[in-house]
């Protein structure tokens, strides 16, 4: 472990200024799940941990009509525990559920897992189909910016120096409307994504609209397929729609050959995963 300051920000505007003076070395400290391991293999000069967790607006999670805004370093086990999200985001429990195991869903939240920006991250595809948006702060106010726009590349995203990422904010589920996600690992559970997929979808008098499709660890970036959505959009739910859809999102992987999985078998299973978590969406119509 690499010697490393700690800093406690108390608000946003403290955060900021704590990010912006100390350089690119300094990182906000969430639940520490991915960053205490980075300082710890040295992959990334460490020099100042800004932990977030005692700014209300970070740790809180909130209703309104627009919808759910969730803190960015509110830990996992908090949002499958809350009654409402629940309720009416089912996707979200399935992707907090997963991430690591009971004592890394005690701390690990869906902003580090945002802001990690990994391609296998599990929480990325669920924000992405329910239409999340990263609400930022920096020295240059506040920003707002789609979650299938904000990562750039593995481990890189659209934040400056001296912004961080206040919350999550989603709009509130349509009638009618079901979400899933699903990923595949060879073992139960502490392993990263071969693949791993989500889908939202409406279905009003039969007929599907608003389908989101995304997918992730076969690409850069968790990937926001408009193709696969395309393919169910305007049509009844059938075997042959949802076997378009899950070509599509097979047709846009781009996934590599490594110790997790080879190319060939990703592709194959993009299209399993993207076909079942199209059939649980419905299914919790
Ligand atoms: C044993 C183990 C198992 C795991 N299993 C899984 C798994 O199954 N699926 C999965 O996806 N991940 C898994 N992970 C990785 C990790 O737990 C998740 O990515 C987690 O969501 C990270 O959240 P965190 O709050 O701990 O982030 P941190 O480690 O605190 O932060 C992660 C990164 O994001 C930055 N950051 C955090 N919050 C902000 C913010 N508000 N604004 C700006 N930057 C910020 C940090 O500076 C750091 O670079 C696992 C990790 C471990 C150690």
């Known amino acids: 472990m690499q010697p490393v300051k700690y800093a406690r920000a108390a608000t946003l505007d403290e955060a900021v200024a704590m990010l912006s003076e100390n350089g690119r070395d300094a990182y906000v400290l969430a639940g520490g799940t991915d960053l205490i391991v980075t300082a710890r293999e040295r992959t990334h000069n460490v020099d100042l941990f800004v932990d977030v967790k005692h700014i209300p607006e970070v740790m809180s999670i909130s209703f309104d009509d627009a919808g759910l805004t ?33 004592a890394i869903q005690g701390r690990a939240s869906f902003g580090g897992n945002l802001c990690n920006s990994g391609p296998a991250a599990d929480s990325i595809p669920t924000q992405i189909v329910l239409q999340g948006s990263a609400l930022i702060a920096g020295p240059n106010g506040r920003r707002e910016v789609a979650v299938e726009d904000f990562c750039t590349g593995p481990g890189s995203n659209v934040l400056e120096r001296g912004e961080l990422l206040v919350a999550i904010r989603f709009p509130a589920p349509q009638p009618n409307s079901g979400a899933a996600f699903e990923r595949f690992i060879p073992r139960n559970e502490m392993d990263i994504a071969v693949v791993n997929a989500a889908c939202s979808l409406q279905i009003d008098g039969g007929t599907v609209s608003n389908a989101r499709i995304s997918i992730g660890a076969v690409a850069a970036t968790p990937l926001y397929v408009p193709a696969a959505g395309d393919a169910l959009d305007g049509n009844p739910l059938s075997d042959e729609t949802i076997a378009a859809a899950a070509a599509a999102a097979r047709e846009a992987a781009t996934p590599i050959d490594d110790m997790r999985g080879s190319i060939k078998q990703r592709k194959h299973l993009v299209a399993v995963l993207t076909e079942r978590v199209i059939r649980t969406a419905a299914g919790r119509v």
Request: aromatic fraction near 10%; glycine fraction near 10%.
């Open 70 to 102: 969730i803190g960015a370093a509110v830990p996992c086990y908090k949002l499958y525990n809350d009654e409402r999200i629940v309720a009416d985001y089912p996707a979200i429990v399935d992707s907090a559920s997963l991430i690591g195991g009971t």
